[in-house]
């Protein structure tokens, strides 16, 4: 009797086998659960967070996914600052210094760390990921450098490849720039978004506008692409500001935003090729979503 089960074990096993062998898909077939962390706002840019399952729409390579849930999700961490105190800085120093302490103490009921570097004539590190009291210290000693241009991309992509390093996922970069001083990085857009894409970083900036305009060199032109077109494709946003006195305002909008994310659990076919380009969208009128737009590894 024994020998006879063991018979038909060893039998059901192989047919699985054969069944498996001619059909190799099948393995492929069941979803596995991926995340993308996304924070809605409405048309005046407020965070909107009464939204379930059934408000998204998910869609990797154009192909949709079922939503399976969402939840509040944290806020990003690290929060690295990257903070524009070039020469034409200087008549906005006190408004920055008030801005970003104001910011980072409202940070400090959170769980998150918070990383400081400038970007007048060099990307400087003055704070590695800290807690948002530590954090403060360097805020209050910010001055401008003396003749100094903007490095702003290269800041960015410095921090983001540090970020990849650390194997640090889903932080969010926040930078402060003067739109009517020089920008002298040698880096571009294409670079910075590779820079960002590895990291899983998002990208924010708080741009304080010239009402003349700003540069129009070719770095200025790199500079202007980045904030306009890959802060959204990043999955962040650019706030602009046409005075220094609005630069707390800006970053305490920044801030109801950062802690607003949700969390969105989806599924997806386990295949072989991972998806490049991820798209998450909102059935409400009026609504806008702000996700990356590429999609996480298996």
């Known amino acids: 009797m024994t020998s006879m089960i063991s018979r038909v074990a060893v039998t059901l096993i192989a047919a699985t086998m054969l069944a498996t062998a001619a059909s190799p898909l099948l393995a492929q077939r069941s979803p596995r659960q991926q995340q993308a962390d996304v924070i809605v706002v409405d048309r005046d840019q407020n965070p909107v967070t009464d939204l379930g399952p059934t408000d998204f729409v998910v869609r990797e390579d154009g192909v949709a996914r079922e939503v399976i849930s969402v939840t509040p999700g944290p806020p990003p961490s690290p929060i690295m600052l990257l903070v524009d105190n070039s020469q034409a800085s200087e008549p906005a120093l006190l408004?920055?210094?008030r801005g970003l302490g104001a910011?980072?103490?409202?940070?400090?009921?959170?769980?998150?760390?918070?990383?400081?570097?400038?970007?007048?004539?060099?990307?400087?590190k003055v704070s590695d990921p800290t807690s948002p009291g530590m954090v403060r210290l360097g805020i209050d000693r910010l001055f401008h450098r003396a003749g100094s241009g903007a490095h702003m991309l290269e800041a960015i992509v410095e921090t983001a490849r540090e970020l990849e390093k650390a194997?640090?996922?889903?932080?969010?970069?926040?930078?402060?720039?003067?739109?009517?001083?020089?920008?002298?990085?040698?880096?571009d857009?294409?670079?910075?978004?590779?820079?960002?894409?590895?990291?899983?970083a998002t990208l924010w900036t708080v741009v304080l506008q010239s009402r003349g305009?700003?540069?129009?060199?070719?770095?200025?032109?790199e500079r202007a692409a980045v904030i306009g077109d890959v802060t959204a494709e990043s999955g962040g946003l650019n706030l602009p500001i046409l005075s220094s006195q609005s630069i707390p305002q800006a970053f305490e909008r920044l801030r109801t935003l950062l802690v607003a994310r949700q969390r969105i659990t989806y599924g997806r076919p386990d295949t072989l090729v991972p998806p490049e380009r991820l798209e998450v969208a909102s059935g409400r009128e009026g609504l806008r979503v702000l996700a990356p737009h590429w999609a996480s590894g298996q």
């Open 189 to 200: 857009r294409p670079r910075v978004v590779s820079a960002l894409k590895a990291a899983r």
């Open 95 to 97: 408004d920055m210094r």
């Open 167 to 187: 194997g640090t996922a889903g932080a969010a970069i926040v930078v402060f720039v003067i739109e009517s001083g020089p920008e002298f990085s040698q880096d």
């Open 103 to 124: 910011f980072v103490d409202a940070l400090a009921d959170h769980e998150v760390q918070i990383g400081l570097r400038t970007f007048g004539e060099r990307p400087t």
């Open 213 to 221: 305009g700003g540069p129009t060199s070719p770095e200025a032109r």
